[in-house]
């Protein structure tokens, strides 16, 4: 008796951070994306879509699953639209990018035409999750900024809104 082959398939991660670019249609963009890509290279494609929910850590119900089916030996590839959607962290990146390799799978981001089976395309993962890690900490500091230039008007006598006129 043979054993049958367990089921192998490619997995599709789209990910939106915030409930306004789920209403923009952002998810469903990157899922016709995915779903484009899938079927030009013809891939059998599981989304495990992710809305509402930050890239600052792997700490994600959908992104678990998916690495749950890596350990498992369930995925062949791991298809994102764009680096950034699946870790704004290098060092979280380089992890999941260890986690791939060991377990066969290869790592393929769409827009910046990452295909992690070659050298180029893995010294370019590198790069590129640098990028987005600088991105997130700029992002950081400016809303930290703009939290203490708030703070300081109050401080100032600009009094908000719903203290005007009383008095």
């Given at each position: 008796?043979?054993?049958?082959?367990?089921?192998?398939?490619?997995?599709?991660?789209?990910?939106?951070?915030?409930?306004?670019?789920?209403?923009?249609?952002?998810?469903?963009?990157?899922?016709?994306?995915?779903?484009?890509?899938?079927?030009?290279?013809g891939l059998d494609l599981?989304?495990?879509?992710?809305?509402?929910?930050?890239?600052?850590?792997?700490?994600?119900?959908?992104?678990?699953?998916?690495?749950?089916?890596?350990?498992?030996?369930?995925?062949?590839?791991?298809?994102?639209?764009?680096?950034?959607?699946?870790?704004?962290?290098?060092?979280?990146?380089?992890?999941?990018?260890?986690?791939?390799?060991?377990?066969?799978?290869?790592?393929?981001?769409?827009?910046?035409?990452?295909?992690?089976?070659?050298?180029?395309?893995?010294?370019?993962?590198?790069?590129?999750?640098?990028?987005?890690?600088?991105?997130?900490?700029i992002i950081a500091e400016?809303?930290?900024?703009?939290?203490?230039?708030?703070?300081?008007?109050?401080?100032?006598?600009?009094?908000?809104?719903?203290?005007?006129?009383?008095?």
């Open positions: 008796l043979m054993a049958k082959a367990a089921a192998r398939w490619d997995a599709g991660y789209p990910r939106v951070s915030t409930d306004m670019q789920v209403e923009r249609d952002a998810l469903q963009n990157q899922i016709q994306a995915l779903e484009a890509y899938a079927v030009a290279h599981h989304l495990y879509a992710e809305e509402g929910v930050s890239a600052k850590d792997t700490d994600r119900p959908k992104l678990q699953e998916l690495l749950a089916d890596v350990r498992a030996g369930r995925v062949c590839t791991v298809l994102v639209t764009k680096l950034d959607r699946i870790s704004r962290s290098l060092a979280d990146l380089l992890d999941l990018m260890r986690l791939f390799d060991a377990h066969g799978v290869k790592f393929v981001s769409l827009r910046d035409s990452i295909d992690t089976s070659g050298p180029v395309g893995r010294f370019m993962l590198h790069i590129l999750g640098a990028i987005a890690e600088l991105e997130r900490g400016r809303v930290a900024e703009d939290m203490k230039l708030r703070a300081r008007q109050v401080e100032w006598g600009a009094s908000p809104l719903w203290a005007r006129g009383r008095g």
